[in-house]
C-alpha cells in the first residue's frame, strides 16, 4: 500500500563545502589572520611614524637653532654694513674723515675672525664730480689688518660699478641689505659673499657700503656646532655652496665653494634628489615673489638685461620679496628622507631650512636610527598571542553557534521545503527565541503572501492606470511649458518678475540682452546691482507704489543697455497668492524710444515745414515778379519753368540750411555771453583785481571772436568781391575755438596762400562751418586725447576740391556705403544729404566719404566756381 506521509518527501541535504559550519569557518579564520596581521603592521607603523616623528622634531629643533646663531652673525654684519652706509652719507665729501672711520669699524664689531674686507663705493661723481671710480675699500692681510685697496679705481676694466654686489642694491630702500651671490674676489683671490647697503641722499642713489664675509670663516662658524653624527649644507639665494661636509675634512679650500650646488650634484649623484626638492622650492618663492611686480620694469630690465639668463627671474624675485618683505622669519620649508646617504652609510633625514633677509638655505642631514630587531619580536609576540587565542575562541564559537542557530535554522529550512508547516508551528511555539520569532514570521508571512497573490493583480491593473494618466500628464504639462518659454523668449518686450524683496526670479532673453549679462547674473539679484543708483531708486519707488496700491500701474523709465540708453514704457502689476496676499511683482516693458523719436522728429518738421511754407509764400511772390519781367524781356516759357524749379528748390535748402546755421553759431556767442553775464553777477563788486582781469580776458576774447565772425558774415545783397581763403578759413577757426578746445582737436590747414575764389562768404561759411560740425559730432571722441582734423583745399581750373580728414572712430564699410547712397541719392535728413542737395543746386558739386574704422573719415566735396 502507498505511504505519501512526510517520510517519503525528497532529500535537500546541502554539500559540506556550501555549509553554513564551514562557510563561518572560513570566515573566521580570515578575520583572525587579517586581525593578527593588521595589528603587527599597525605596531609597526605606528612606531615608525613616531619615530620619524621625534627624529623631524629633533632635526627641526636642531636646524633652527643653527639658522639662529647664523643669522645673529648676519645681523651683527648687516648693522656694521648700515653703519657704514650712514657714515658714507655723512662724510661723502670728507675722504679724510672716511679712512679713518671704515678701518675702525671693520676692527670693532667683534666678527674680526669672519670680516674679510668692507668699503664704502660712491656712484660715478657722487662724492668727487671729478671721479667717476672713487671706492674706499680695504682688505684684511695675512696678519689681520686691514689694508686700502685701490685696485677697483683703476679706469681699466668695468669697474665696480658693474659688480653683482653692486648693481642690484639700487633697488633696494635705505637700511636694507642685499646679500650677493658666493663669487672669488678678483684681488684677494678669495671665495666670498658680500653684504651691500644703499646710499640715499635726497632720494638719491649715491652708492653702496659693503661688509665681504669669507667663506673660508664660515667653515670654522660650522666646525664649531654640535651635530654630532648629522651634517649640513649651506647655499646663497642662487644654490652656490657656502659649504657642505667634505669642506669640514679638508685642510685645504674647497674646489666646490661659490660654485652651484647643481656641479656638486654632478660629482655626488646621491644628492639629485636633494637638488630637486630645492628646485620645488624656488618655484613656489619665484610664482610668490613674483605676482606682484613693485619696481619700474623698464629700469629692473636693464639690470636684469645685464646678467645671465638663469640669474634673471631669482634676482627680480628677491627685489620683489625684499620690497614687499615676503620672507621675514626662519623656517624648514621641506623635509624627506634619504634611503641611502653616501657619508652615513644609512637612511637619513634631510631638512631645509630658509634664512630671512640673506634667502640662504640651511640643509641638515640627520640619521634615521633603525626600527630593529626588537620591534619584529615585539609584532611576532603580540601575534602568536593573538593567534592563539583567536583558535581558542574560534572552536568555542563555531561548537556555540551550531547549537544555537545553525541547526534550527536547518531544520527550519527543512521543513519549508518539505510544505510541512505543522512542524514549523511546533518550533515556533516551542522556542521564545528569536529562532521561534524566526518560524513565526515565516508562518506570518506565508498568510500574507496567500492574501497579497490575491490583491496583486488588482493592483497593478490600478497602478497601470496611474502611471498612464501620469504620463499624460507630464506630456501636457511639458508642452504648456514650452509654449510659455517661447512666448517669453520670442517677445521683443522685457518680461520680468521679481519677489517683494526686489530679487529676480524670471527674465526673458531679450531682458537679458538689451542688459547685457548672463541669466545666472541677473537671477536672485537686485536693481542696485544691475542699473546705475539714480535709475534703481526710480524703479524701487514704481514697487513701492504697485505693493501700496495692489493695483497696475504704468510709466515710462529709462534703462541704459550696450547700445544706449533706452527709453521703455514699463508697466508693472502685483502677483497674489490663493489668499489675495502680494508674494511677487510682475512687470512688462514696451520699447518707446522710436516713438519718442519719431514724435520730436514730426514736431520738429511740422514747424520747420510751416516756416517754409511763410518763406515759400514770400518767394512765390518774388518769382510771380520776376515771372513778369521775364515776360516784358521775350524769355521763354520753359526757361521761365526751370528758373522756376531751380530757385524754388535753392531756396528751400537755403530756408533749412542758414537758419541751422545763424543759430548754431549764435547759439555759441550766447554760451560765451552767458558766462561773461555769470561772471558778472558772481563778482559784480570785482574789488579783485584778478576778478577784474579775468573779466577784461572773458570780453576781450569775446569781441575777437565777433571781430572774426564779422569777417565771416557778409550779406548776400553786397557785391560779391574775390574772398582770400586761407584767411576766411583762419577767421572761421577762430571762432570756433571753443568747441575746437572742448574736443582736444588740433587743425592742419593746406591751402594755398594765394588762393582766391569769387563766390559769395555766407555760402563758404556754410559749407566749411556744416563739414566741420559735422566732424566734431559725428567723427571724434572727447575721451581721445590726440584729435586731429586736416582741412585741405585745392583749384584746379574751374574745379575747387574741399578735404576734411580726422583721426576718429571711423566707420564701419557697411554703414559708409549706406551714407554715401543717402548722399548721392538725397534721401536722408542728415547733415551731410542736405548739404550734397544744396552744393547740387547752387555748384553743380557733390560730395562722396571714405573711411576706415578706428583710423580716420575724410569727407571730399567737389564744387564748380566760375571764373
Known amino acids: 500500500m502507498g505511504n505519501n506521509g512526510p517520510d517519503h518527501q525528497p532529500s535537500y541535504k546541502t554539500h559540506w563545502l556550501n555549509s553554513l559550519p564551514f562557510k563561518f569557518s572560513i570566515i573566521q579564520f580570515f578575520i583572525v589572520g587579517l586581525i593578527i596581521t593588521s595589528s603587527i603592521w599597525l605596531i609597526l607603523s605606528i612606531e615608525k611614524k613616531h619615530h620619524q616623528e621625534t627624529q623631524l622634531s629633533l632635526s627641526q629643533n636642531l636646524g633652527l637653532t643653527i639658522v639662529a646663531q647664523l643669522q645673529q652673525t648676519t645681523s651683527k654684519i648687516e648693522a656694521l654694513a648700515a653703519s657704514m652706509a650712514s657714515i658714507g652719507v655723512t662724510y661723502a665729501h670728507s675722504p679724510s674723515q672716511l679712512q679713518q672711520i671704515i678701518p675702525a ?157 647643481a656641479q656638486f650634484t654632478q660629482d655626488h649623484p646621491a644628492y639629485v634628489s636633494l637638488l630637486t626638492e630645492i628646485d620645488k622650492i624656488d618655484a613656489q618663492f619665484l610664482k610668490q615673489a613674483g605676482s606682484s611686480i613693485t619696481q619700474d620694469p623698464s629700469q629692473l630690465n636693464v639690470l636684469l638685461n645685464s646678467l645671465d639668463v638663469s640669474k634673471r627671474e631669482r634676482l627680480s624675485a628677491l627685489i620683489n620679496a625684499n620690497a614687499r618683505q615676503i620672507s621675514s622669519n626662519s623656517e624648514r620649508t621641506t623635509s624627506f628622507v634619504l634611503d641611502q646617504d653616501p657619508l652615513l652609510k644609512e637612511p637619513v633625514l634631510v631638512s631645509v631650512f630658509h634664512m630671512p633677509r640673506t634667502y640662504w638655505k640651511i640643509i641638515l642631514v640627520t640619521p634615521l636610527s633603525e626600527i630593529g630587531s626588537k620591534e619584529h619580536a615585539i609584532a611576532a609576540k603580540i601575534g602568536i598571542f593573538l593567534l592563539l587565542t583567536q583558535l581558542i575562541a574560534l572552536v568555542v564559537l563555531f561548537i556555540f553557534q551550531h547549537r544555537l542557530f545553525i541547526k534550527p535554522i536547518s531544520k527550519m529550512v527543512e521543513s519549508l521545503q518539505g510544505g510541512n508547516i505543522a512542524k514549523l508551528e511546533l518550533t515556533a511555539n516551542r522556542r521564545q527565541d528569536e529562532i521561534g520569532k524566526l518560524a513565526k514570521a515565516f508562518i506570518s508571512r506565508s498568510h500574507q503572501l496567500e492574501i497579497a497573490y490575491a490583491s496583486l493583480d488588482a493592483g497593478n491593473l490600478a497602478l497601470e492606470q496611474q502611471v498612464a494618466m501620469q504620463k499624460h500628464a507630464q506630456i501636457k504639462l511639458s508642452k504648456h511649458k514650452n509654449q510659455l518659454n517661447s512666448l517669453l523668449n520670442s517677445s521683443q518686450n522685457l518680461i520680468y518678475i521679481k519677489s517683494t524683496e526686489g530679487l529676480y526670479t524670471l527674465v526673458n532673453d531679450r531682458f537679458c540682452e538689451v542688459l547685457g549679462l548672463e541669466r545666472d547674473k541677473v537671477i536672485g539679484a537686485k536693481d542696485r546691482d544691475l542699473f546705475p543708483v539714480h535709475i534703481a531708486e526710480i524703479i524701487a519707488c514704481h514697487d513701492k507704489s504697485i505693493i501700496d496700491t495692489q493695483s497696475p500701474q504704468s510709466f515710462e523709465q529709462v534703462i541704459p543697455s550696450n547700445q544706449g540708453e533706452i527709453t521703455y514704457l514699463i508697466t508693472g502689476y502685483p502677483i497674489l497668492d490663493d489668499e489675495g496676499n502680494i508674494f511677487a511683482l510682475g512687470a512688462m516693458a514696451f520699447d518707446i524710444s522710436h516713438i519718442k523719436t519719431v514724435n520730436l522728429e514730426l514736431t520738429s518738421q511740422i514747424e520747420e515745414v510751416n516756416q517754409s511754407l511763410v518763406h515759400q509764400e514770400m518767394q512765390v511772390q518774388q518769382l510771380h515778379m520776376t515771372l513778369r519781367q521775364l515776360e516784358q524781356s521775350s524769355i521763354s516759357i520753359e526757361k521761365h519753368q526751370e528758373l522756376f524749379l531751380q530757385l524754388q528748390h535753392s531756396g528751400a535748402q537755403n530756408h533749412k540750411l542758414m537758419p541751422q546755421l545763424i543759430t548754431d553759431i549764435l547759439r555759441e556767442q550766447l554760451k560765451e555771453h552767458e558766462l561773461i553775464f555769470t561772471k558778472l553777477r558772481q563778482d559784480s563788486s570785482l574789488q579783485r583785481e584778478d576778478d577784474l582781469l579775468e573779466l577784461i580776458r572773458l570780453v576781450t576774447e569775446q569781441t575777437d571772436k565777433l571781430r572774426h565772425l564779422l569777417c565771416l558774415v557778409v550779406p548776400q545783397s553786397e557785391e560779391i568781391k574775390s574772398v582770400h581763403i586761407k584767411q576766411f578759413l583762419e577767421h572761421l577757426l577762430a571762432v570756433l575755438a571753443p568747441q575746437l578746445d572742448a574736443y582736444k582737436v588740433e587743425i592742419k590747414l593746406n591751402c ?32 581721445n586725447e590726440q584729435n586731429k582734423i586736416t582741412i585741405s583745399v585745392y583749384k584746379d581750373q574751374q574745379q575747387l576740391l574741399v578735404c576734411i580728414k580726422d583721426n576718429g572712430v571711423g566707420i564701419e564699410p557697411s554703414r559708409l556705403e549706406e551714407i554715401n547712397k543717402q548722399i548721392r541719392e538725397h534721401t536722408s535728413s542728415g547733415t551731410l544729404s542736405e548739404l550734397a542737395l544744396w552744393l547740387k543746386i547752387e555748384f553743380n558739386g557733390e560730395i562722396s566719404m571714405s573711411s576706415e574704422r578706428s583710423k580716420y573719415t575724410e569727407v571730399r566735396c567737389l564744387l564748380t566756381i566760375a571764373d
Not at 685642510?251 to 665653494?257: M, V, W
Not at 594765394?754 to 567723427?779: C, I, R
Request: proline share 5%.
Open 752 to 783: 594755398s596762400e594765394a588762393l582766391s575764389l569769387q563766390v559769395s562768404p555766407w555760402s563758404l561759411l556754410l559749407l566749411f562751418y556744416k563739414l566741420l560740425q559735422n566732424t566734431l559730432t559725428h567723427g571724434l571722441s572727447k575721451d
Open 105 to 261: 669699524l671693520l676692527n670693532t664689531d667683534g666678527q674680526q675672525s669672519l670680516i674679510a674686507g668692507g668699503g664704502i663705493w660712491p656712484e660715478p661723481g657722487a662724492f668727487d664730480a671729478s671721479k667717476l671710480r672713487d671706492s674706499y675699500f680695504w682688505s684684511r692681510d695675512e696678519q689681520g689688518h686691514f689694508d686700502l685697496v685701490n685696485g677697483y679705481n683703476n679706469a681699466s676694466g668695468s669697474g665696480y660699478h658693474s659688480e653683482i654686489w653692486y648693481q642690484p642694491t639700487r633697488f633696494f630702500p635705505v637700511g636694507t641689505t642685499y646679500w650677493s651671490d658666493a663669487y672669488i674676489d678678483p684681488y684677494t683671490h678669495e671665495a666670498m659673499i658680500t653684504a651691500s647697503v644703499p646710499m640715499w641722499l635726497e632720494h638719491q642713489f649715491i652708492g653702496v657700503s659693503t661688509v665681504d664675509l669669507a667663506l673660508s670663516s664660515l667653515k670654522s662658524f660650522f666646525n664649531k656646532l654640535e651635530l654630532h653624527q648629522a651634517y649640513l649644507f649651506a647655499l646663497d639665494s642662487n644654490n652656490n655652496l657656502l659649504a657642505h661636509p667634505s669642506d669640514s675634512e679638508e685642510q685645504g679650500s674647497s674646489p666646490y665653494l661659490s660654485h652651484p650646488f
